[in-house]
C-alpha cells in the first residue's frame, strides 16, 4: 500500500485558530479536498455522530475520499474529558466519549485519534500514576477498535507544553508494550518530534513499526513546506522503515485553507511519488 494523503477538516468552535486546515462544513471541505487530489480527509467533530454516519458516507463516496481518522480532541476541549483525570467519574466519561468515536469511525474504516484526550499528571510524583491509567486505558480502547472493527487505535505522544505523560515516539512504544495495547499504533506529528526528538529521523525509526499515523505538518504548525523541516528526510524514513498508512495535513489554515491545502498537496506528490 503507497503512502496516502489527508487533510484536516474541523466542525469544532472550540478548537477555532487550532490546527485545520477546513472548518465548518464538512461537504465544502471535501469538495475543495478532491479537486486538489487529496486522497482522505480526517474528521474533528463535536462529538462521535455529528454528522449521521450515513451522511459522512454518502458525502465521502461524492467525492471519492476515505475517511482516514477521526479526532476525539473534542471530549477534552468541549467537556474537559481526560482518561487520566484523578476523577474517576470523568476518566470513564472520557472511555465513553472515545468508544462512541471509535464506533463513529470504525464501520468507515477510521480510527480514533487520542490526542488531548490523554490529559496530564498535575505533578511530577503523580506521572508514574497517570502512564498507567493511559495505558491501560490504550489496552482496553484499542481492544475494543480491533475486535469491533478491525482497526487499531491511534495513540498520539504531545509535546512538553501539552502533556508530561509521553513525549517521543519511544516512551510511545514503552507504554504501548508495558501495558499490553498491541491494538494501538502510535501517531507521529512531525510538530511534535520537532520539538521533542533527538532527530525527527531517529523518532521515526523508534517508532518503526508502531507508527500507524502520520501528522503531515512543518515547524511552526504551517503546512508542509512552510516551516524549516526536513521533508526529503521525512519521507525517506517513513519510506525506510515501511510506513503504509496516511500523511495528513494537521496545519494551521493560513495564510487560508486552500494554499495550506495546496501546499501541502504539493509537498506530498513532491515526495511520495506514485
Ligand atoms: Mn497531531
Not at 27 to 36: D, H, I, K, P
Not at 94 to 104: L, S, T, V, W
Request: charged share 20%; glycine share 10%; with cysteine.
Amino acid at each position: 500500500m503507497p503512502i496516502l494523503s489527508a487533510v484536516t477538516i474541523s466542525l469544532v468552535e472550540e478548537a477555532r485558530g487550532g490546527p485545520f486546515v477546513f472548518w465548518d462544513d464538512f461537504e465544502a471541505g471535501c469538495r475543495s479536498a478532491c479537486e486538489l487530489g487529496f486522497d482522505a480527509v480526517e474528521l474533528f467533530a463535536p462529538e462521535p455522530g455529528y454528522i449521521p454516519a450515513k451522511t459522512l458516507r454518502e458525502v465521502l463516496t461524492r467525492y471519492g475520499l476515505k475517511l482516514a481518522a477521526v479526532g476525539t480532541g473534542a471530549g477534552w476541549l468541549r467537556k474537559q474529558l481526560s482518561l487520566t483525570s484523578p476523577d474517576a467519574g470523568v476518566r470513564q466519561a472520557a472511555k465513553k466519549f472515545i468508544a462512541d468515536m471509535i464506533d463513529y469511525g470504525g464501520p468507515l474504516g477510521a480510527p480514533a485519534i487520542i490526542g488531548s484526550m490523554q490529559g496530564r499528571a498535575a505533578t511530577s510524583q503523580l506521572i508514574p500514576e497517570g502512564r498507567m491509567l493511559l495505558g491501560e486505558a490504550l489496552a482496553e480502547l484499542g481492544d475494543r477498535a480491533f475486535s469491533r472493527h478491525g482497526i487499531p487505535l491511534i495513540y498520539e505522544p504531545l509535546n512538553r507544553y501539552e502533556t508530561n505523560l509521553c513525549n517521543t515516539q519511544a516512551d510511545g512504544v514503552t507504554i504501548l508494550q508495558s501495558f499490553g495495547a498491541p491494538d494501538c499504533r502510535l501517531l507521529a506529528d512531525l510538530f511534535h518530534m520537532n520539538i521533542e526528538e533527538t532527530s525527527i529521523a531517529q523518532g521515526l525509526v523508534e517508532g518503526g513499526q508502531w507508527i500507524g499515523h502520520v501528522h503531515y505538518v512543518d515547524s511552526n504548525r504551517l503546512a508542509a513546506g512552510m516551516g524549516h523541516l526536513d521533508f526529503p528526510a521525512v519521507a525517506t524514513t517513513l519510506k525506510e522503515i515501511g510506513y503504509a498508512g496516511y500523511v495528513s495535513a494537521e496545519a494551521k489554515s493560513l495564510p487560508d485553507a486552500m494554499t495550506a491545502a495546496r501546499a501541502t498537496i504539493e509537498s506530498y506528490r513532491l515526495h511520495f511519488p506514485r
